[in-house]
């Protein structure tokens, strides 16, 4: 009865995942790019907007 119990309990669990896994992915993919970014420089190379003071 309990080894049920946990196979159920489990087959739960994975049925949730599977709504989570396009958010994670999306997520991932943003974390991914941000890090990209941050390791090319983020843009600290480009010359200043005219408008802007420095």
Sequence with gaps: MTALLIVAHAGHWIAGLLYLAPVAV???????????DRRSGGGEDEEPDEGRPV
């Design 26 to 36: 999306v997520v991932g993919a943003l974390g991914y790019q941000s890090w990209k």
